[in-house]
């Protein structure tokens, strides 16, 4: 019987495209149900036989896992966040159940539940768009390298909509205390931070010879142990005049880069923490976000925070606490949005400032630091005015008998009667009472 009932359901008998005969258990509750799957499963083997269909979706026999660890080893060890990838990957996709599912199981039902179950965890949406990336490239991949025949499932699945970020920027001000407050090595890494608008990968992939004094130019080539940046390419930009001094300090440093370590060589982006060393800066320039009040006296171990920085005693024991001041908590990412914005607030070019940013798209300037076009519009809207201007006033009369002022109208139609010729011209009464004053009276030789 091609179909049977048995005490825990309803099988199906059928000839795989080898030609041997299976016997599957299916979900259907009635005999109706069993006979349509019993018919589709034929039908499906049918397309295959004929070469309509490929014999496997799956010809890797890969879970979710197989397939994330493949694009892992695969594509992401060229990039230069392949250590974020890994983390994010490990934490986020392989210990959770939905890894160990094959690839024919992997829906978009699944997908959308596990953003669900993230976001219910905590994650933020801009993670979230991160953990779908990641399924979605690997899944492209194997696509293209036919390692998985169908769809991409992660196509279906809509992305989370991230609010737009309110970036950490330093005014012209603030930047120049900063450089100002900053120790000499550390001067000239804010500096190039500042002026060129490098990350902090190419600041430390910067070598002496991408630094070209006589011409003025910068050649950003690579990004920490990588040889092109992150947008996958190499750049050259200006040297800005102020930035020179900097630079012609910096290329007094021992081996082949212009940032090196204590040792000549190239500084690992494991042990290279930029922001410590910013806030310190930020600190000590007087850019406070707030400040640490401490009890020393040993055993009491109170302390904490306030806004303002006015000497305060130990409620505990009444000691005086220990003040300390901290930095405005920037990341060093954020002095290459400082950069942006001040160019973009001085009036620079988008597209000028996309080509010193080595943005590939002028979107991604735009849609960035479009924020800093509120400035402009205010300007703009303010020209718009719907309150009426107020008259003139008359200088006060010293005649006797009130004289009538002329209006603005008045005024208005005056000018526009002298422009036209003699003959056209019409007066608007005269001391008779007459209305209108004739042309031929008033003119006799007309």
């Known amino acids: 019987m091609p179909v049977e009932l048995r005490a825990d359901g309803f099988y199906i008998r059928y000839r795989d495209v080898d030609g041997v005969w299976k016997y599957r258990k299916t979900t259907a509750r009635t ?18 036989e004929l070469g309509l269909e490929p014999l496997t979706r799956n010809p890797e026999n890969w879970t979710l896992a197989d397939l994330l660890q493949w694009w892992l080893d695969t594509f992401s060890v060229e990039s230069a966040a392949h250590g974020r990838n890994v983390g994010t990957v490990t934490n986020q996709l392989l210990k959770d159940p939905i890894a160990g599912l094959r690839l024919e199981l992997v829906t978009r039902a699944r997908l959308e539940q596990l ?54 920027t330093l005014t012209a001000d603030e930047a120049a ?48 142990e990588r040889e092109v940046t992150k947008g996958g390419h190499h750049d050259t930009i200006p040297i800005h005049p102020e ?34 060393m910013l806030r310190r800066t930020l600190a000590k320039a007087g850019i406070v976000e707030h400040y640490a009040l401490k009890c020393r ?24 606490l220990w003040k300390t ?12 949005h400082t950069a942006a914005t001040l160019m973009l607030q001085a009036s620079a070019d988008l597209h ?33 005015s719907m309150t009426p201007k107020a008259s003139p006033t008359a200088p006060p009369s010293t005649l006797a008998t009130p004289l ?25 009464g005269g001391a008779d009472g007459t209305r209108t004053r004739g042309l031929r009276r008033d003119r006799p030789a007309l």
């Open 325 to 336: 001041a901290i930095g405005r908590q920037l990341r060093f990412h954020d002095l290459r």
């Open 243 to 276: 930035l020179r001094p900097y630079l012609v300090t910096a290329m007094g440093s021992p081996g082949l880069y212009v940032f090196p370590d204590s040792e000549g060589r190239m500084r690992r982006s494991s042990g290279f923490f930029p922001e410590r």
């Open 115 to 168: 953003l669900i179950d993230k976001k219910r965890a905590g994650l933020g949406a801009e993670s979230l768009n991160h953990i779908r990336g990641f399924v979605q490239r690997a899944f492209g991949a194997a696509i293209r390298l036919e390692k998985w025949v169908g769809t991409n499932p992660v196509d279906a699945v809509r992305k989370v909509k991230v609010p737009p970020r309110a970036y950490q």
């Open 352 to 384: 000028a400032v996309q080509r010193i940013l080595r943005h590939r798209n002028p979107q991604t300037t735009m849609r960035t630091y479009g924020h800093l076009q509120q400035d402009y519009l205010h300007e703009q809207i303010a020209r718009m």
């Open 404 to 428: 009538l002022l002329a209006t603005n109208d008045d005024l208005e139609s005056d000018r526009a009667q002298k422009k036209k010729p003699a003959f056209l011209r019409v007066s608007p």
């Open 177 to 224: 205390r900063v450089l100002a407050a900053a120790s000499p090595d550390h001067a000239t890494i804010i500096a190039v931070a500042l002026y060129a608008a490098l990350r902090k990968g190419e600041v430390v992939a910067l070598r002496k010879r991408d630094v070209d004094l006589e011409q003025g130019l910068l050649h950003v080539r690579g990004s920490n």
């Open 31 to 48: 005999l109706r149900d069993a006979e349509h799957l019993l018919h589709e499963v034929e039908r499906t083997i049918e397309r295959k």
């Open 297 to 320: 006296r040993q055993g009491c171990g109170f302390s904490m925070e306030t806004e303002t920085p006015e000497d305060r005693t130990c409620p505990r024991c009444n000691f005086k």
